[in-house]
């Protein structure tokens, strides 16, 4: 199923679609940060970056759908096995996994020609280090947009209903939490 028309599907089911809005903030944020890391002409940091934001943002939209680890670990044994059937067939190493940065890493492999691609283009002055930005953000965005449809896909095809969003006082006090 085309990715445009997997999330118009997701459209249809509200607790999906704000699960998509959600993590699609996160990603935003995530994204707008490895373009700045990105545009620093210090070799290597950007590449520390992304795998440390990735690491952090992948089991964040992983949350947003209820595809944890200890999410999955509440599910009854029959829901269990109908979401760990949907990872399969999605193929995805993100879902329901402990995320690790090597794990991150390998993953991102797919995006590996536009990292390098930003690591080449930090040795022209100025233009380069736009260019290594856009690059990183487009990276990042484009990451995150595949785990989102991966997410969707396999809630759409287990029949997981995506957690309620938080309250704001948790909100607040879970990114007081990550900002520090």
Known sequence: MPAASLLNK???DAA???AVKRSRQLLNRRAMVAAVASAVPVPGLDWAVDA???SRLIP???AEFALTPAQLDQLNPSKREQVQKAVAMVG???IGKFISRDLVIKAASSVGVRLTSKQVAKFVPLAGQAISAAIGYAAI???G????RDCVRVAQTAGLLPPPPPSTAARTRRQRVHAS
């Open 141 to 143: 965005r484009y990451f």
């Open 52 to 54: 440390a934001l990735l």
């Open 92 to 94: 995805s190493v993100l």
């Open 10 to 12: 997701a459209s249809s």
């Open 145 to 148: 947009e595949e785990h989102i």
């Open 60 to 62: 964040e939209i992983n």
């Open 16 to 18: 999906l679609e704000l």
